[in-house]
């Protein structure tokens, strides 16, 4: 019995090592931001890094997103003749739920990823330890810059990403399933929104607090050489998709 249960304990104190890092590191952040004394050209250098770069990605997804969602929808108004509940439905879904998620899974793979990789490469080539030595804050220099611009940058890019949702679908509402554009944007009008594109910026907010995080801390944790690189990559992306569906289900909750 003792055996059968030790992968389980093993496991529970991996999650154990894993979340309390990461708090620390929050910690950690948090204390660095009051006062504000962390480096501003970097945080400017990373406001172009991870958000200006993932521009392209974000309006061709969003795009196809919002034609997906008025196509799954618009079928079923259409056989039903309820075509008045295509644009709330297709807004509801698009705003509150699916866009802000796809983004930040999007967001996730693309600069999570990448940002572990980077910060993983300066700890196995002794970067992180050249700059302690210098008496400089690896946190302050370089994990506090990523914070920043990663949170602001997604609620941009979740706001973007909205906008460019909703076009795709009203010229799918049109172009594929045959009902007019009009009666998508009255629905958009007459569903009062608003409270549902506001708690898709609020979640993006958090979902890039939750991949900077999660990305910085096995970033950070690297051992073992480039192989280790590899793995802490593929922690984060794991970890950080954990955590958007956890603070997307925490933020609904809270929400509603």
């Known amino acids: 019995m003792a055996l059968a249960l030790r992968p389980v304990g093993r496991g529970f104190l991996d999650a154990c090592d894993i979340v309390g890092g990461m708090s620390l590191l929050q910690f950690r952040i948090f204390r660095a931001m009051m006062p504000p004394t962390f480096d501003y050209d970097e945080t400017l250098r990373q406001f172009h890094r991870v958000g200006v770069r993932s521009l392209p990605v974000v309006i061709l997804t969003s ?48 600069v999570g990823a990448n940002n572990t990789a980077e910060l993983g490469t300066m700890v196995i080539t002794d970067q992180i330890d050249a700059l302690r030595v210098l008496g400089i804050d690896p946190v302050r220099h370089l994990v506090v810059p990523r914070f920043v611009a990663m949170c602001v940058m997604l609620v941009l890019l979740t ?25 998508f944007w009255q629905g958009i009008l007459d569903g009062h929104l608003v409270d549902e594109f506001v ?49 997307n289900f925490l933020v609904t909750t809270l929400w509603v």
Request: proline share 1%.
């Open 159 to 183: 706001c973007i990403g909205d906008l460019f949702a909703i076009a795709g679908a009203a010229i799918a509402c049109q172009a594929i399933v045959g009902i007019d554009v009009r009666v």
């Open 63 to 110: 795009l196809f997103v919002g034609a997906l969602m008025l196509i799954q929808t618009g079928n079923f108004v259409r056989d039903t003749g309820a075509t008045g509940m295509v644009g709330w439905a297709t807004g509801l879904t698009v705003l509150a739920e699916v866009g802000p998620v796809l983004i930040g899974l999007m967001f996730s793979g693309r």
């Open 199 to 247: 708690m898709g910026l609020v979640k993006g907010f958090f979902f890039g607090g939750a991949i900077s995080i999660v990305s910085c801390h096995w970033g950070l944790r690297v051992r073992g050489g480039a192989e280790g690189v590899g793995r802490a990559v593929n922690n984060s992306v794991v970890t950080a998709a954990i955590a958007i569906f956890v603070v």
